[in-house]
């Protein structure tokens, strides 16, 4: 996919419609420095303006995803390369979201376990200040730990050892579950049975 052949393949259109950026941001609900972001190639529109986006330039979404209007002979296998590339960016970005989160996550344990070290330390001195920092570094422990969890969750798919299908539980599944890494105890919603799910990043 290439942002700045799509860019010019949207400008084009807009002006072929006699729309200003100003008109297409308006009637999306957005910045015009969002439509001249794209339009320079500097991003792509979000999925979810994408069909509208498409209906006011009259174009489809595949067209958009390709940056030029396609004849209807190489129609399907455009389509499916657009698809692929779409899914295999998703996949590359949770990747990366996932490495990003247990980088941080590991900083704020240790930066916890500091805290916690030296609030019992702190008692010597002050007993309420030492507490304070106990509860600080126990409270950044769970905070961390939730929110690891939760885009561990959005991030890609389990797959049942069992049958497996590769699914998204709940959130509050994979926040009970025992784990070791990404690995989690949970039940499928498919067959039912207990067991160690895998993250993965496809479908
Ligand atoms: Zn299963």
């Given at each position: 996919?290439?942002?700045?052949?799509?860019?010019?393949?949207?400008?084009?259109?807009?002006?072929?419609?006699?729309?200003?950026?100003a008109?297409?941001?308006?009637?999306l609900?957005?910045?015009?420095?969002?439509?001249?972001?794209?339009?320079?190639g500097?991003s792509?529109p979000d999925?979810s303006?994408m069909?509208d986006?498409?209906?006011l330039?009259?174009?489809?979404?595949n067209?958009?995803?390709?940056?030029e209007?396609i004849?209807?002979k190489?129609?399907k296998?455009?389509?499916e390369?657009?698809l692929i590339?779409l899914?295999n960016?998703?996949e590359?970005?949770?990747?990366?979201?996932?490495?990003?989160?247990?980088?941080?996550?590991?900083l704020?344990?240790?930066?916890a376990v500091?805290?916690i070290?030296?609030?019992?330390?702190?008692?010597?001195?002050s007993q309420?200040?030492?507490?304070?920092?106990v509860?600080l570094?126990t409270?950044l422990?769970?905070?961390t730990?939730?929110?690891?969890?939760?885009?561990?969750?959005d991030a890609?798919?389990y797959?049942?050892?069992?049958?497996k299908?590769?699914?998204?539980?709940?959130?509050?599944?994979?926040?009970l579950?025992?784990?070791y890494?990404?690995?989690?105890?949970m039940e499928c919603?498919?067959c039912?049975?207990k067991?160690?799910h895998k993250?993965?990043?496809?479908?």
């Amino acid at each position: 996919m290439e942002q700045k052949k799509i860019g010019k393949f949207i400008a084009k259109r807009r002006k072929d419609l006699h729309f200003t950026q100003a008109n297409l941001a308006k009637k999306l609900g957005i910045t015009d420095r969002a439509v001249s972001k794209w339009e320079n190639g500097k991003s792509i529109p979000d999925a979810s303006l994408m069909l509208d986006l498409c209906q006011l330039l009259e174009i489809n979404v595949n067209e958009l995803l390709t940056g030029e209007q396609i004849v209807m002979k190489d129609y399907k296998k455009i389509a499916e390369q657009n698809l692929i590339e779409l899914r295999n960016q998703k996949e590359k970005a949770d990747r990366r979201l996932l490495t990003t989160v247990k980088i941080l996550a590991t900083l704020s344990c240790i930066s916890a376990v500091v805290l916690i070290l030296m609030g019992t330390l702190l008692t010597k001195i002050s007993q309420f200040l030492g507490i304070m920092v106990v509860i600080l570094g126990t409270i950044l422990i769970f905070v961390t730990a939730i929110y690891a969890v939760m885009i561990e969750h959005d991030a890609g798919y389990y797959e049942c050892p069992n049958c497996k299908m590769r699914y998204i539980p709940t959130r509050k599944a994979v926040l009970l579950a025992s784990h070791y890494g990404t690995t989690r105890k949970m039940e499928c919603p498919y067959c039912g049975k207990k067991g160690y799910h895998k993250k993965v990043f496809t479908k």
